[in-house]
RNA sequence: CGGAGCGUAGCUCAGCCUGGCUAGAGCACCUGCUUUGGGAGCAGGACGUCGCAGGUUCAAAUCCUGUCGCUCCGACCA
């Protein structure tokens, strides 16, 4: 492509809407354009990476035995009403795009696709000799974001893989979601991520395994934690973990309840009782749907709500008011306990609040806190559970191993759906029995347009982007100076001939432009092989070489330059 | 949706508080000359419904009301 007649105009200065170094990155050296909030173009440099990437993760999912389909984005909705989910996505979470048609029928722009394959395999699958089936497709997806940000990074239009696998059973479901899991590692890999496959919570789409891949880049959204010692990673939405245990008293002490007039919050107590952090308890009261729901957890710990919400399989979860609290507890915010609490508070507590002795706890009485309270004795045991947020620092739960933590971009989720949607849009087979069967499904997700991001978030420096060869848009970058010297420019104009006959992919700068501006603009686009043809090499018929992510450049002939160009990009 | 902020030239912004001449700067763009390996210099030029609507006023980019758009912070997600 000659850069005389590319679209994608560079820009000097930084857009102040851009937030993230992606963001701004892909803005100033042309990749992105803006239309309206997290609505973007993908201008020309910008869609030969989405290629790129689209055409790894193809033949990923070849290998994975999944078929490419296209489905459509427009979706009637009888089929969100079918699988329950219409009114989440609408009136709930407002997350759908959805109108009427001209002849009333209420439509939407589809923001997952599981309605629509289901519907499509149902009709396709008739027996257990149907299945396995898997199928993928590469598509504009649409959600009216809460909150589009970061350019690509949570955009409302944006190009996602989803891939879908129907299976018999379990077994089956297991086999198809290792071969996606692998295929997803394979992705990451040859695109060239720093990346972790962590455990995930599998949220609203609901089902029973999941992961999530995360590429680590310090702007990151989400949290992983990661084991030091063994393999276990998880989002920290979801990850567990294992604290110090203490050496406890040898005897229980009678409980009392000390005056502390106004200490509130653990740091305090411990402090004002001389106890250690451990031994006091933190009580929070929630409101859960329509139930009231103290949850218990260490003093050095804080409360998980999603974990809360998920055990007690709750929609909203919130902390209760003051008055709610006052009048539940009878005392005021920061001195509920257990003891006392009326019989219809379901208390929680996390399993790191059992195997204390003599621990604190507030005593349901403003001001008062009892000491030396014993489970069994002074209060029954609650139900316990895994309620605390995992931190950095904590304990491995698989290992004697330490959690680290990372921030990372989520670029890939997979999941295993069991039979929701099978049961619900009734997509069965009949069995060798000649029994029906639901279809087994797990649905499997890429950000192609935020994989492109995240690539740059993870890859660039104060000069511009540093493209891998694997999702480059172009490999070469050649850049003619002085070049309305006749000379240059023949020899110029014979390099790209020759570097697109040997199948080099290559955006040759003929503007007539300063070398200053040539060399900005190279180090913004960040194209990993920079040819520089000038009045320096013309007289020895050479071309200076030059790699995106080192300083210095080789002058070499045009022969070893094709030869080494071919060696860095993994050419034939 | 709650909270905060911003809309003036293609981009980054000044001007607004305290209303008043023809609305400004830098970059980008066009012409000419000079320059020519890290975003050049000089001279000249083109580019604006000051987001939109209404109001106050002799007079509005500036004050008031409404509205639309965009960004950021929280809950959602690839």
Request: aromatic letters at 8%; charged letters at 25%.
């Amino acid at each position: 492509m000659r850069q005389s007649r590319h679209i994608g105009r560079t820009l000097r200065e930084a857009p102040k809407d851009a937030q993230t170094a992606a963001h701004s990155l892909m803005i100033r050296a042309g990749y992105i354009s803006q239309l309206s909030a997290g609505v973007y173009v993908y201008q020309p440099l910008l869609l030969r990476t989405l290629n790129k990437i689209s055409q790894i993760i193809r033949e990923e999912m070849a290998t994975a035995g999944a078929e490419e389909l296209l489905m459509p984005a427009i979706q009637p909705k009888e089929l969100w009403e079918e699988s329950g989910r219409w009114e989440r996505y609408t009136a709930v979470d407002g997350i759908m795009f959805a109108f009427k048609d001209r002849r009333g029928s209420t439509v939407c722009l589809g923001p997952t696709h599981e309605e629509v394959v289901t519907d499509i395999l149902r009709r396709e699958v008739k027996s257990y000799k149907d299945l396995p089936k898997c199928v993928f497709q590469i598509q504009t997806k649409f959600r009216d974001e809460i909150r589009p940000r970061f350019g690509l990074m949570r955009a409302r239009e944006f190009i996602m893989k989803d891939a879908y696998s129907f299976d018999a059973d379990e077994a089956g479901q297991d086999a198809s979601y290792e071969a996606m899991r692998q295929a997803y590692h394979r992705i990451c890999e040859r695109v060239g991520y720093t990346y972790r496959a962590v455990e995930a919570d599998t949220g609203a789409i609901g089902g029973s395994g999941s992961h999530e891949f995360m590429v680590l880049a310090d702007s990151g959204e989400e949290t992983v934690l990661y084991c030091d010692t063994c393999n276990y990673a998880a989002n920290q939405e979801r990850a567990e973990s294992r604290l110090e245990q203490f050496p406890q008293d040898a005897e229980p002490r009678p409980m009392e309840a000390v005056l502390g007039r106004g200490i509130i919050g653990a740091e305090k107590l411990a402090e004002f009782f001389k106890i250690p952090l451990w031994k006091t308890t933190k009580t929070l009261i929630y409101e859960a749907d329509d139930q009231m729901v103290a949850v218990m957890v260490r003093g050095d710990c804080d409360v998980h709500e999603l974990k809360v919400a998920n055990h007690l399989n709750v929609k909203v979860l919130r902390l209760a008011s003051a008055e709610k609290i006052r009048s539940l507890t009878g005392a005021e915010v920061g001195y509920a306990g257990p003891i006392g609490l009326p019989g219809h508070v379901r208390v929680i507590a996390d399993h790191h609040v059992k195997g204390r002795v003599n621990f604190e706890c507030g005593a349901n009485q403003t001001d008062y806190h009892n000491i030396n309270v014993n489970f069994g004795r002074d209060v029954a045991l609650p139900e316990l559970g895994d309620f605390k947020l995992a931190r950095e620092g904590d304990g491995c739960p698989r290992c004697q191993g330490r959690l680290k933590a990372a921030k990372g971009i989520e670029v890939g989720h997979i999941f295993k759906l069991g039979t929701k949607y099978s049961q619900a849009m009734n997509c069965s087979y009949l069995d060798a029995n000649s029994q029906t069967q639901p279809v087994v499904m797990g649905c499997y997700g890429i950000g192609v347009s935020r994989m492109a991001a995240a690539w740059v978030e993870q890859s660039h420096d104060d000069k511009g982007i540093l493209w891998s060869p694997q999702i480059a848009p172009y490999h070469v970058h050649l850049i003619a100076l002085n070049i309305e010297d006749e000379v240059i420019r023949t020899q110029a104009e014979a390099l790209y001939a020759r570097l697109q006959q040997e199948g080099i992919e290559v955006l040759f700068d003929d503007r007539p432009a300063r070398a200053g501006e040539k060399f900005s603009d190279a180090d913004l686009m960040g194209l990993p092989v920079r040819l520089t043809l000038s009045k320096r090499t013309l007289e020895q018929g050479k071309v200076e070489f030059k790699l995106r992510t080192e300083k210095d450049s080789t002058v070499l002939s045009p022969d070893e330059a094709v030869e080494k160009i071919k060696g860095v990009c993994g050419i034939r």
